[in-house]
């Protein structure tokens, strides 16, 4: 079984419509006004906008978007008011807004008053690439900058957790890299066989693996005809885990601004779903990232205490 489209993700979202409470961080925003007003119309969420209020509605009133409905957290830390209704169970979602990614990730990762958990975070997003029909999973785009052998298998297993929640039982996963041979001079490479080793000796399960795999062997079967490489995961991976941040966010943005696609991402590894992609993504991207958000198993507090690697 393959990943859901994103009109699979909206039809399950209506017939589950529910008014989830989400917290928005930063909501001087008219894309994530605009976003928030078609889910709300949809009956998908409760929205409370976290921030300056005469701001919030002067934006709206700016770009005529209606916020009936709306409630308001006047604030200014807007961050740190949207984890408290997260923690305080108004809100179940939390949605970054006009605020900088240190901002939140700090609110996020405060000891005593964030939403951490153990796990790594990670930005997670699902790219449909509509014109190959293809779904994928993409880790970590936005946040760990360069992980640890340790981190990458953290992701990793969040990543196939996301892809459990989606309906993928036993999703593909290629650790990606430039080429599918291991080679001491590039660590990455070597950093995938051992991942894999790990994987064969039943240390992660849930999931095929498959690496080091360059972009074309985990993407097109023709290339693996042509490599004279097979396996579970050439051509049909579900699951791609980058080594570092560089990768993984020079080949999202390729595909974003080249492609033909749709995509909508969530932050992995908190204490609830995070809506969360770029500052400069439109109001379908925003919808798409709530429709996302909204098929995940949202885990209540309070939480155990647990230190984040």
């Not at 909204?294 to 647990?306: D, E, G, H, I």
Request: with cysteine.
């Amino acid at each position: 079984m393959s990943l859901p489209s994103f009109d699979d993700l909206f039809a399950d979202a209506d017939r589950h419509a529910s008014r989830v409470g989400v917290a928005v961080a930063g909501a001087d925003d008219n894309t994530v006004l605009a976003a928030l007003r078609l889910a709300v119309d949809r009956g998908w969420v409760e929205p409370f906008l976290c921030g300056d209020e005469s701001d919030i509605r002067g934006t709206a009133d700016t770009h005529a978007i209606s916020i009936d409905g709306f409630r308001f957290i006047g604030t200014t830390q807007p961050a740190h008011a949207a984890v408290a209704a997260v923690r305080d169970g108004r809100a179940r979602l939390l949605m970054k807004g006009r605020i900088a990614t240190p901002e939140l990730m700090s609110a996020v990762l405060a000891a005593d008053t964030g939403l951490r958990t153990g796990r790594v975070i990670c930005q997670t997003p699902l790219v449909e690439i509509v014109s190959a029909g293809r779904r994928l999973l993409m880790a970590d785009t936005g946040v760990c900058v360069q992980p640890t052998i340790e981190q990458r298998i953290d992701i990793l297993r969040s990543t196939v957790a996301l892809a459990h929640a989606l309906g993928v039982a036993q999703p593909r996963v290629a650790l990606m890299a430039a080429t599918e041979t291991p080679t001491v001079a590039m660590p990455d490479t070597i950093e995938a066989a051992e991942i894999v080793r790990r994987h064969h000796a039943g240390e992660i399960t849930g999931c095929q693996i498959q690496g080091p795999l360059s972009f074309d062997l985990a993407y097109a079967a023709e290339a693996g005809d042509r490599k004279r490489l097979a396996g579970p995961v050439v051509g049909a991976a579900d699951v791609m885990i980058f080594p570092n941040l560089t990768a993984a966010n020079l080949t999202i943005k390729a595909i974003m601004y080249t492609a033909p696609c749709r995509f909508g991402g969530v932050l992995s590894g908190a204490a609830c779903p995070v809506v969360f992609m770029s500052r400069a993504d439109n109001i379908e991207t925003r919808l798409h990232s709530l429709a996302l958000a909204l098929k995940l198993t949202v885990r209540p507090f309070p939480l155990p205490p647990a230190e984040v690697r």
